[in-house]
């Protein structure tokens, strides 16, 4: 790769006061890229994508975007460089239309004379065709938010984050508060931003879900970075065992079979999935 | 790096199957107003079939009279609510703004007024309105307290500072005058113009109003039809010429029904233009829709024979009450039927039939959409055999009633409801409904369908605003429409359309429904709900120039605990407690809902403080109906 890193950072440091709440910390993000940040409660994930989408700033160490050196004072400048961030609450209003929410706070408009109003049409069209791009086909961009399914819900913000010309898509632990099939679906979307050429950092601490999509990974435990590593420096069951506690390998095996049954682009996920799982259990009877 | 790993070629082209089909008719039965919109007309029935003036332009001006005060409020605080925030002092600040113009333009006396003209006194006051609305909003977003404890606050505030003032500048409670400021003939063409209606005749109106009446039905109709069957592809045109015959029918019926007089004659033309509507239904639907394929046949399991039963029984229970109770004893010449007319055998009678009859219908209905899940030939039977019931009763009423309104009016609707009815179900029968979305037949559809409303009231506004020579000769009270209805209408529709078109309408649902949401994607809360705060206070500086300028005193207690009606008026209207969820259209007629309680009441004769049970009991009927209806509309479906 000739061209410079989308994101890059080297040796980012925060600490509140006398509290240290991240320490080295180095990775890279690049377009069409998926950088998985892997960590329990409390390693230091917050902190980290404050930092990145421009809540924080950092302590010590370099932010590079696209090679040049910055240094956010508010969300609004990341915001500004194509970073954007969806939050574990999406920024979605329930009760309000799927168009809507989509354009919310940044409406397309006529105007005629004193009187400015929503171009409904545009913003539903767009609505459609932007979601249709993340492989979902919403009947009726009409349709109250929260009627959606909580993976949908996650592409509308998604798709929202990429139409407003995001480079770079931070979420946040995207499918920790959904069912095993809706969090295949959002791996999915992951793929799908990625693919569009965004460079994608999903924060995790399921490594079963970082593993399929991940290019590469950032381990993060108590504030420490535990490696960052390219997805061929690192086999699945290292990446495990680097987690605190790893989930049930059985459970994810289902999960994307079952993801898989209705997508076939998730197909070969599964199946590499579910080779490695094997991999993995004769590897320990073999320790036996 | 690779990036060939995933592609997805298309999107599931399937949708997602947990997901049924929804037609427009089912949408809008979600709407937040439908429930209010159905309570409006229910009780406007109620109080024409009771009182003598309430149908009449002159009543009606007076309603809706009483409905543009409270209804220019409740618009505004329906915003409000919607943006999640509550404004207690709206109320008492439609007192103020009166008393504040009054005493701005009052003649520099001893410790008088300050002698503007009402070019001065008129802007100031809004200004100084706005003002205490940006301060109700900015305290409210700046320490992030409740709206209800600071405008509470800014209620009490308000009351004892006009109370205050008054006494302090005037000695008295009651701050009058307002046409000693300069410029007042001026501005009382703007705030309190009077349109007299009686010396406008138009002997044709009824004709008019008959014409677009049925020209609109026809269209709401057809466009009912578009939004419901599936089109075929090409159209058929066999279904044309029948089409023709049946419209031929239908208008020679009109019209010669129009023109005779007497029983068998307007019988005959009657079932003329009945057939002709059907036929130029059915021709209509073979030309465009699809054949239904399987309209099955004709079974009745028990519990839908067991609701035919029961419906039918209420039904004739209710005739046979009406046989029985002794009708000699009838009210005679009485302009007004107090509330113990219902306690004498004919009210007994009346109450009994009506009520056994409405409930039978209601029965015999719900057995119809039973039968119709069955098959559809269940369906279309039942629901002609109510048909049937429908037309008898119209009868039964016409024999039975001496009040000339039930005899023609209500006798003719029933009989057209029947009709309806009866159309319905053929076209139910032979062509298969939509299960699909379809742009272009929506499109016309609900062209169709909102062409045909405006074009009926289009009718109705002509009846209202014109009297004819006949009319005149009887005519007791004037018809005097005031600009404040006109008012209303502009706060309405304006209102509205900032709600569904514009981006402080998208920053209020958003505000209102998750704040923190809509601040993360760059929504200025803060500024949204201030304006919406003082859009409260700006509709509360109209309704005090309106009342002002009417009164021309003003009572320091004016308005005071108003701010109660004008949230009940919205929530009627459909607006959620919480935020997030509502509209303008449904607060104005939740105001209309209460006005025309209020003003029924005293028309029918009874003390007027039965009105605080009837808005109560009418609240939480409106909260009921608008749970049940959003909930079964999005269950069924």
Redesign the interface.
């Known amino acids: 790769m000739s061209e410079p890193a989308l994101l890059e950072l080297e040796e980012i440091s925060k600490q509140y006061g006398n509290i240290i709440a991240l320490t080295g910390v180095t990775t890279l993000v690049n377009a069409g890229e998926v950088t998985c940040v892997l960590g329990d409660n409390g390693a230091g994930k917050s902190t980290f994508i404050k930092i990145i989408a421009g809540a924080h700033q950092q302590s010590e160490g370099t932010l590079k975007v696209e090679g040049e050196e910055v240094m956010f004072d508010s969300p609004r400048d990341a915001l500004a460089l194509g970073i954007a961030t969806v939050y574990q609450d999406l920024a979605v209003v329930p009760l309000m239309s799927v168009w809507r929410n989509f354009f919310l706070g940044s409406e397309p408009t006529k105007r005629l004379g004193p009187f400015k109003w929503i171009d409904k049409q545009k913003a539903s069209r767009i609505a459609k065709e932007e979601m249709g791009k993340m492989g979902i086909d919403i009947r009726d961009t009409e349709q109250a938010v929260g009627t959606l399914s909580g993976g949908e819900r996650q592409s509308v913000a998604i798709a929202r984050a990429a139409y407003f010309g995001a480079k770079v898509l931070i979420l946040d632990e995207p499918t920790s508060a959904l069912g095993v099939k809706q969090s295949g679906v959002v791996l999915k979307y992951i793929l799908e931003a990625r693919n569009r050429g965004l460079g994608v950092i999903f924060i995790t601490h399921n490594p079963n879900h970082a593993w399929p999509v991940g290019d590469r990974f950032l381990i993060l435990n108590r504030g420490k970075s535990m490696g960052n590593f390219a997805k061929d420096e690192i086999t699945r069951d290292e990446l495990i065992m680097m987690m605190a506690g790893g989930a049930e390998l059985e459970e994810l095996t289902k999960e994307l079979e079952s993801a898989a049954a209705g997508d076939e682009s998730l197909a070969h996920l599964a199946e590499e999935f579910k080779e490695e799982v094997e991999v993995l259990e004769d590897r320990t009877q073999d320790d036996e | 790096?690779t990036?060939e790993?995933?592609?997805?070629e298309s999107?599931?082209?399937a949708?997602d199957e947990r997901?049924a089909y929804r037609g427009p008719i089912q949408?809008l039965l979600v709407q937040p107003e439908i429930g209010a919109l159905v309570g409006a007309i229910a009780i406007w029935v109620f109080f024409w079939a009771v009182t003598v003036p309430f149908g009449t332009a002159g009543g009606t001006a007076n309603w809706l009279d009483v409905a543009a005060t409270l209804g220019i409020m409740a618009v505004a605080v329906a915003m409000l609510m919607i943006g999640g925030e509550f404004d207690l002092s709206a109320g008492a600040m439609t007192g103020a703004t009166g008393i504040l113009v009054i005493m701005l333009v009052k003649d520099t006396g001893e410790l008088g007024g300050a002698g503007f003209s009402l070019w001065i006194g008129i802007p100031l006051s809004l200004v100084m309105a706005l003002g205490i609305g940006w301060f109700n909003g900015t305290l409210v977003e700046r320490t992030a307290l409740p709206s209800f404890i600071v405008t509470l606050g800014a209620f009490f505030v308000i009351k004892g500072a006009k109370l205050g003032f008054a006494k302090l500048f005037f000695e008295t409670i009651q701050v009058g005058r307002i046409d000693e400021g300069a410029g007042y003939d001026f501005w009382r063409k703007i705030f309190s113009s009077v349109w007299t209606r009686n010396d406008h005749i138009f002997n044709s109106r009824d004709t008019v109003y008959v014409g677009l009446l049925v020209i609109g039905g026809v269209a709401i109709l057809i466009g009912l039809l578009e939004l419901t069957y599936r089109r075929r592809t090409p159209f058929n045109s066999g279904g044309l010429p029948i089409a023709g015959i049946g419209v031929a029918a239908g208008l020679v019926g009109l019209f010669a029904l129009h023109a005779t007089d007497g029983i068998s004659a307007n019988f005959i033309w009657s079932v003329v233009m009945g057939a002709g509507v059907l036929i130029g239904a059915y021709g209509l639907a073979l030309w465009r829709f699809e054949p239904n394929a399987d309209r099955g046949t004709l079974q009745l399991p028990t519990d839908v024979l067991r609701s035919v039963g029961l419906g039918t029984g209420l039904v004739a229970l209710g005739v046979v009450v009406g046989l029985i109770l002794d009708s000699a004893e009838k009210i005679e010449d009485r302009e007004i039927v107090n509330i113990f007319f219902l306690l004498t055998e004919q009210g007994l009678r009346a109450i009994l039939f009506v009520g056994l009859a409405i409930a039978g219908l209601v029965v015999l209905l719900i057995a119809a959409s039973k039968a119709r899940k069955v098959s559809h030939t269940s369906g279309a039977v039942l629901s002609l055999y109510t048909a049937l019931g429908v037309t008898a009763l119209a009868f039964i009423i016409r024999s039975e009633a001496e009040a000339t309104k039930f005899r023609t009016e209500l006798f003719s609707t029933l009989l057209l409801a029947a009709l309806v009815m009866a159309t319905w179900a053929v076209v139910g029968l032979y062509f298969a409904q939509r299960r699909g979305?379809d742009a272009a037949a929506d499109r016309l559809g609900r062209s169709l369908a909102i062409g045909g409303i405006l074009l009926a009231t289009l009718g109705v506004v002509v009846r209202l605003l014109f009297t004819t020579d006949s009319e005149l000769a009887t005519l007791v009270g004037l018809t005097q429409f005031r600009i404040s209805i006109l008012w209303f209408i502009i706060a309405a529709v304006v209102a509205t359309?900032i709600l569904a078109?514009?981006?402080f309408g998208?920053?209020t649902?958003?505000v209102g429904?998750?704040k923190?949401?809509?601040r993360?994607?760059?929504?200025p809360a803060a500024r949204t709900k201030t304006q919406l705060f003082m859009i409260v206070a700006g509709a509360a500086w109209l309704v005090g120039m309106l009342l002002a300028f009417r009164l021309n005193t003003i009572q320091a207690s004016t308005g005071d605990g108003k701010e109660f009606e004008y949230i009940i008026a919205a929530v009627v209207g459909g607006t959620?407690l919480t935020g997030?969820?509502g509209t303008a259209a449904g607060a104005a007629i939740g105001a209309l809902i209460m006005a025309m309680s209020q003003q029924g009441i005293p028309f029918a004769g009874w003390n007027s403080d039965w009105r605080f049970v009837f808005l109560g009991s009418i609240l939480l009927l409106a909260v009921l109906a608008n749970n049940y209806i959003r909930k079964t509309a999005e269950a069924a479906s």
């Open positions: 790096m990036t790993a995933v592609t997805t999107p599931p082209s949708s997901l949408r979305p359309w078109r514009t981006r998208s920053w649902f958003a429904g998750s923190s949401a809509s993360q994607v760059g929504v959620l997030g969820y």
